[in-house]
Nanobody, 128 residues
Framework: EVQLQASGGGLVQAGGSLGLSCAAS????????IGWFRQAPGQEREGVAC????????YVADSVKGRFSVSRDIAKNLVYLEMSTLRPEDTARYYC?????????????????????WGQGTLVTVSS
């Protein structure tokens, strides 16, 4: 069974940093592109980042560019979302998901419908 579990969320002050992890089971990360999405209460789901299963290619949303970065450790089957200079508007539940199209980030990479295995996510709260 394919499962993705995001972890590492918590409460952080504005300007602080936080790192999220995504653990996979049931498949190898180099077989699937991994996306990070977030959803704040009352708002639509937003694509944050995507990383190819093979090679270094990543995509990051303009809203977090320069503050967030995505990386992976294939040996550990983990994907990371490093977040810095956090803002209150970054408060949301963060999800890691995998592309339904294999190791490349889909086009457009930020389309939630092109991903699957949405778990419970991890909550990030940024206080002002």
């Amino acid at each position: 069974e394919v499962q993705l579990q995001a972890s590492g969320g918590g409460l952080v002050q504005a300007g602080g940093s936080l790192g999220l992890s995504c653990a996979a089971s049931g498949f190898a990360f180099d077989d699937r592109a991994i996306g990070w999405f977030r959803q704040a209460p009352g708002q639509e789901r937003e694509g944050v980042a995507c990383i190819h299963g093979k090679g270094p290619h990543t995509y990051v949303a303009d809203s977090v560019k320069g503050r967030f970065s995505v990386s992976r450790d294939i040996a550990k089957n983990l994907v990371y979302l490093e977040m810095s200079t956090l803002r209150p508007e970054d408060t949301a539940r963060y999800y890691c998901v995998h592309s339904v199209f294999g190791p490349q980030c889909p086009v457009p990479w930020y389309a939630a419908k092109l991903y699957t295995s949405w778990g419970q996510g991890t909550l990030v709260t940024v206080s002002s």
